[in-house]
């Protein structure tokens, strides 16, 4: 089964604080401790993107608006040219 949706996260706004990560309740969201963000925080990521259901608590709990969720089916890289 496909994924419900998608999470973008801005990695400018997001300052770690993993309320994201906490709430979500597919798990989908991690911390990258792998790497900083230009501010010094290892931002948040989607650890598994096919097990997103696209419900929002990410948004919702995050104190920065550093998350956008979208429904449905992603677009491809070329079907974002297109647009």
Known sequence: M?????????????KACELC??????HV??????????????????LHPE???ACGTCAVVCPDAAITVYRGV???QDERVEA
């Open 74 to 76: 992603r677009p491809t």
């Open 29 to 46: 969201l991690a911390l990258d401790m792998s790497r900083l963000s230009a501010k010094g925080f290892h931002p948040a990521f989607m």
């Open 2 to 14: 496909p994924p419900k949706g998608w999470v973008e996260i801005n990695e400018f706004y997001c």
């Open 21 to 26: 990560v906490t709430d979500c309740p597919a």
């Open 51 to 53: 097990d997103c259901i």
